[in-house]
């Protein structure tokens, strides 16, 4: 039988039921206690005469998110599962080499870098920035400001790791790979002590609900087992997280779409 939190994450990926939609739907039932507990955070418990009510309260936006990239999954391929796992749509704008090096855009871009990410008339620039900017729109960024400043520190911790793995494939891959392998479960340990310490590991890397840090770490440590596929041996409970990311319905269905499978990892081919 199809549980209650299924129907909801079915709804949310945007699959319609009963003439629902994913952004507009207003379902009916009886949950027990712990599925209350464990709503995704985009939805909202509404109280009604006939009963308890969930309202989804994500928010749709009307004019489209729009991400101008290079044809890699790079920096964008976080925003890309968040935004996939959020139920929503976007348009990719691919630039090619030849086009960044030569075209108008490169001086339009404020730090002359991208992605570059569009919500309606907000532009942003700066990959990370991006990623808060949809935590806070869909409500990825903890329950309260302490909450926040956890998961800022923890964003910053592994952009320091996706460094370290940026610098290898585009400045010392051949000579520097086998080394970086060596060191890596040094770096590995830090994110498996934070997730012991947090539900003993069975939840996310902060708190009992999704952030938009969960999307950049998961997406890390994909690339991190495509370097070295035994990687994670040594620590289950990362092992046990990447496996419950990759389950989400959401997520799942992004990660195995064409679009994903075909983009390439990184620009120079490296992996």
């Known amino acids: 039988m199809v549980s209650f939190l ?4 079915t709804l949310q990926c945007g699959q319609k039921r009963k003439g629902w939609t994913h952004i507009q739907c207003i379902k009916q039932a009886n949950p027990r206690t712990k ?16 009963g308890l009510k969930l309202r989804y309260a994500g928010k749709k936006c009307l004019t489209g998110f729009i991400i101008t990239y290079f044809n890699v999954r790079g920096r964008c391929a976080a925003m890309r599962m968040l935004l996939a796992d959020q139920g929503q749509t976007w348009k990719e704008v691919v630039v090619s080499m030849d086009e960044w090096s030569s075209g108008p ?14 919500d309606g008339d907000l532009v942003l620039y700066q990959s990370n920035a991006i990623l808060r900017h949809l935590g806070r729109k869909f409500s990825l960024y903890g329950k309260d400001h302490r909450d926040a400043a956890i998961i800022d520190m923890l964003c910053d911790g592994v952009e320091d790791m996706r460094m370290k793995y940026v610098t ?35 939840e996310f890397i902060h708190g009992n609900q999704i952030s938009f840090v969960d999307y950049s770490l998961f997406d890390v440590l994909l690339n991190l087992r495509l370097l070295d596929p035994s990687c994670l041996k040594e620590f ?8 419950r990311m990759q389950s989400r319905p959401g997520l799942k269905s992004h990660l195995e779409s064409k679009e994903f499978l075909q983009r390439p990892v990184n620009g120079n081919g490296k992996q």
């Not at 289950?236 to 496996?243: A, I, N, T």
């Open 6 to 9: 299924q129907k909801l994450q």
């Open 35 to 50: 599925d209350v507990d464990n709503i995704p955070s985009t939805w909202r418990a509404v109280s009604h005469p006939s």
């Open 105 to 118: 855009l490169k001086s339009t871009c404020v730090f002359g870098q991208l992605p570059k990410f569009e």
């Open 168 to 202: 290898l494939i585009y400045t010392n891959y051949e000579n520097g790979k086998a080394n970086f392998i060596k060191e890596l479960p040094s770096w590995l340990r830090c994110f498996e002590k934070v997730l012991e310490k947090n539900g003993k590991g069975s």
């Open 236 to 243: 289950p409970l990362l092992s046990g997280y990447v496996e």
